[in-house]
């Protein structure tokens, strides 16, 4: 069966380099700017930038789960040494539970839409403010996977493939 899979590359990557990351990014923009534009169009009382925002969390919420697909393929591939463990699997987790909060808020966001579609409660910009957060932590451990740890990148693979730790 394994002779049918293609072989992995000096990523480690039956593709040609990560795909997660680049899927992901388009999901951190899209959070980011609803959430100001939610901001700007509540303080500003234009109701426009609502409509923006909307579409924004509705695309961002089918990105996360696309991000997610990846993202378990490439740490299923990523060589786990023990030292990048505990912050691989706390950026899973989060993942995980983020995909949950964007999908709760864009499913909130189309009631608030229905019900009228330019008035938006303050309780919203604050889930807005803490989805904020999440994110930024998640870009944080992202950040120190790829920058710190090295996963995926070809001096760390090499690396482990002379150290014999495949």
Request: hydrophobic letters at 55%.
């Amino acid at each position: 069966m394994l002779e049918y899979l293609p072989p992995l590359n000096d990523h480690n990557l039956p593709y040609p380099d990560t795909i997660h990351p680049i899927v992901v990014h388009f999901v951190i923009a899209m959070v980011l700017f609803a959430v100001v534009c939610d901001a700007i169009g509540y303080f500003t009382r234009n109701p426009r930038l609502y409509e923006v925002s909307w579409w924004n969390l509705f695309f961002a919420t089918i990105s996360i789960f696309i991000a997610i697909i990846f993202g378990q393929v490439e740490a299923g591939l990523a060589e786990a040494y023990a030292a990048v463990e505990p912050t691989l699997n706390l950026h899973t987790i989060i993942g995980w539970s983020l995909s949950g909060v964007i999908a709760a808020m864009t499913g909130w966001r189309y009631v608030l839409r229905v019900r009228d579609p330019k008035v938006l409660p303050v309780s919203f910009l604050g889930a807005g403010l803490f989805l904020t957060g999440i994110v930024l932590f998640q870009v944080y451990l992202g950040d120190l996977l790829v920058w710190v740890y090295g996963l995926h990148t070809v001096p760390v693979v090499e690396a482990l493939k002379e150290a014999g730790l495949q």
